[in-house]
């Protein structure tokens, strides 16, 4: 029996918020948003005219892209949102099952183990990721890769709209300084603008794609 597609996002979503609760996965989850976090500060870096030093992510599910030039209000204000543009790409996979985009994904992180990772746990994290996805397209029929891909899609989303809350109960506030001191807005500000656009990326990829279902 064929899903429809509401039916698949509500198994996706109990999934992962049921996968989350479990301790020996819930950081693998949470490196998948982080990954794609860095790296898209890390592409912006390059489409802004900078150079990526080093990616690294480490294994309480945080991480840091460290570059030279490019604009930095752009750099510190795409993380959060390269994050949740991820997620809604990773619906759209869901919904088309394109592999030849799944290929793309594929090479982007392989290009981010060969020249912008050096230290062994960032590489095992990465390589993790890359296996996931790898096996995924390779391996996985057209029904379980749809779902696999919206699982997560919905991860990264819900775990783009947590990140930013935790920015609120530490000391240093991350990208939300940066951008504070480049544009005088209050930290707080830029933490629920990402916060506000977690939750739309979610509420996007629930009712703007299965909504029809």
């Not at 919905?154 to 609120?168: D, E, G, Q, T, V």
Request: charged share 10%; hydrophobic share 55%.
């Amino acid at each position: 029996m064929q899903l429809t597609r509401r039916t698949l996002f509500f198994i996706a979503l109990v999934s992962v918020l049921l996968l989350q609760q479990i301790p020996w996965l819930m950081l693998p989850l949470k490196w998948f948003e982080t990954y794609f976090h860095e790296v898209s500060h890390a592409l912006v870096t390059l489409l802004t005219g900078g150079s990526v030093v080093n990616i690294s992510l480490n294994i309480d599910g945080s991480g840091l892209c460290l570059s030279q030039g490019g604009s930095q209000f752009l750099i510190a204000l795409s993380g959060y949102l390269g994050a949740c543009g991820f997620a809604v790409l990773f619906a759209k996979l869901a919904l088309k099952a394109k592999q030849w985009v799944l290929h793309l994904l594929t090479v982007l992180i392989f290009l981010t183990l060969l020249f912008w990772v050096s230290d062994l746990i960032s590489v095992l994290i990465i390589g993790l990721i890359l296996a996931v996805l790898y096996f995924t397209n390779r391996y996985l029929t057209a029904p379980w890769r749809r779902f696999i891909m919206l699982a997560l899609a919905i991860n990264m989303a819900l775990n783009a709209i947590k990140s930013p809350f935790y920015l609120l109960a530490s000391n240093t506030k991350g990208d939300a300084t940066a951008l504070a001191n480049l544009t005088l807005i209050h930290e707080y500000i830029w933490i629920f603008f990402w916060i506000s656009v977690g939750l739309y990326s979610l509420y996007w990829i629930g009712r703007g794609l299965y909504a029809k279902g």
